[in-house]
C-alpha cells in the first residue's frame, strides 16, 4: 500500500466532514439534514413531541413482524438492550406495546430536550440522548 496518499485522502475526509457543520444564525433553526428531515414534516428545522411519536409508530408497526401489537426484545433489533428491555416493560409480560414504546419515546425526548422547549433541534439530536431517542423513531 502507497502511505504517501493516505494524509492527503485523510485532510479530504476532515474537511469534508467539517463542511457538513454549518454556522446557524441566532434565533433561526438551521433545516435538518436527511434522514433527519424525515422527522420534520412541517419543516421548522426541528422535531416536537408529536413528530417524534409520529416516527416512533410508523417504527413500531414496522418492527410488529407478527402483527401482534407488540414488540418482543427481539423484534426490537437493537433498539433495546437486553438488560433495559424490562425497565420499558413495566407490566413485565415481555412485550412492549405501544403505549409503552410512545412512553419510552417520552422519556427519551424530555431527555434530549435540554432547553426545555418542547422541541428537538439538529444539536440536541445529535447529544447522546438524542442518539437514544433516534434508536426509537428511526
Not at 25 to 37: C, F, N, T, Y
Not at 67 to 79: A, V
Amino acid at each position: 500500500m502507497n502511505y504517501r496518499n493516505i494524509k492527503p485522502v485523510q485532510a479530504a475526509c476532515i474537511v469534508i466532514a467539517l463542511c457538513g457543520f454549518a454556522t446557524v444564525q441566532a434565533g433561526a433553526a438551521a433545516p435538518l439534514k436527511p434522514p433527519l428531515s424525515a422527522l420534520d414534516p412541517d419543516k421548522d428545522g426541528t422535531v416536537s413531541l408529536e413528530e417524534a411519536k409520529a416516527a416512533a409508530d410508523r417504527k413500531f408497526d414496522a418492527l410488529d413482524a407478527d402483527h401482534d401489537g407488540t414488540l418482543t426484545l427481539q423484534e426490537t433489533k437493537g433498539t433495546f438492550l437486553k438488560s433495559t428491555f424490562p425497565k420499558a416493560d413495566p407490566d413485565k409480560d415481555k412485550t412492549l406495546d405501544k403505549t409503552e414504546w410512545e412512553a419510552q419515546v417520552e422519556q427519551r425526548f424530555k431527555a434530549a430536550d435540554t432547553n426545555r422547549d418542547g422541541t428537538l433541534d439538529a444539536k440536541e439530536l445529535a447529544s447522546p440522548a438524542g442518539m437514544r431517542l433516534l434508536k426509537l423513531v428511526q
